[in-house]
């Protein structure tokens, strides 16, 4: 299986702070990786597919890099609604599997 | 507007089979990959198989044989099938529609999970 590392697991920070979430897999992926928000009680919500591509409705403060082993999701201006735990995925190969998320909290 | 509704018996005893189904409106099944994933309480993701639209599963070898994903098409529900549950087995299970493609696979839609407990 593919393993996937996110870093860091929790972070702290205020309204308007740029943060970044990194996602490193132990097998390459190409760009086959997607990032997903999730808040307590609700299902997780797709951000990011393809590595970079903002699925439809996003805000776009939200933004994906990377390539192979590492990636990154970032949050360019946080919004009160964006405090929530993120997940990345690789959409690679079989089993899909996810990373450990990073909850972002209010500082 | 595509919408998924997931449900269980909510409590099963150990050793037993669970079934949970997902009903889908806004979409044919039929022409869609649907997968299952599963949240143990305070913990991540973990994607449980999926059903392919050309007619083939998938499943997470971490089951071990237990699990049974099949689709009830004039109904337009995709059913989950877990045998021999332990405590290890409660979570919330989540049905989620699986885009497959040159984008790789990932998940757009979601229901909004049935959380199964397993308890004697």
């Known amino acids: 299986d593919i393993q996937m590392t996110q870093s860091p697991s929790s972070v702290s920070a205020s309204v308007g702070d740029r943060v970044l979430i990194t996602c490193r897999a132990s097998?390459?992926?190409?760009?086959?990786l997607s990032w997903y928000q999730q808040k307590p009680g609700k299902a997780p919500k797709l951000l990011i597919y393809?590595?970079?591509s903002l699925h439809t409705g996003v805000p776009s403060r939200f933004s994906g890099s990377g390539s192979g082993t590492e990636f990154t999701l970032t949050i360019s201006s946080l919004q009160p609604e964006d405090f929530a735990t993120y997940y990345c995925?690789?959409?690679?190969?079989?089993?899909?599997?996810f990373g450990g998320g990073t909850k972002v909290e209010i500082k | 507007q595509v919408h998924l509704q997931e449900w269980g018996p909510g409590l099963v005893k150990p050793s037993e089979t669970v079934s949970l189904s997902c009903a889908v409106s806004?979409?044919?099944?039929?022409?869609?990959?649907w997968s299952w994933i599963r949240q143990a309480p305070g913990k991540g993701l973990e994607w449980i198989g999926y059903?392919?639209?050309?007619?083939?599963?998938d499943y997470n070898p971490s089951f071990r044989g237990r699990v049974a994903i099949s689709l009830d098409t004039p109904n337009n529900q995709i059913s989950l099938q877990l045998t021999s549950v332990t405590a290890a087995d409660t979570a919330v299970y989540y049905c989620?529609?699986?885009?497959?493609?040159?984008?790789?696979?990932?998940?757009?839609?979601w229901g909004q999970g049935a959380l199964i407990t397993v308890s004697s």
């Open positions: 393809a590595a970079s």
């Open positions: 059903y392919y639209y050309i007619g083939r599963t």
């Open positions: 806004g979409d044919s099944i039929a022409s869609q990959s």
């Open positions: 995925q690789q959409a690679s190969s079989f089993p899909l599997t």
């Open positions: 989620a529609r699986q885009e497959v493609g040159y984008s790789g696979n990932y998940f757009a839609f």
């Open positions: 097998e390459g992926l190409n760009t086959w």
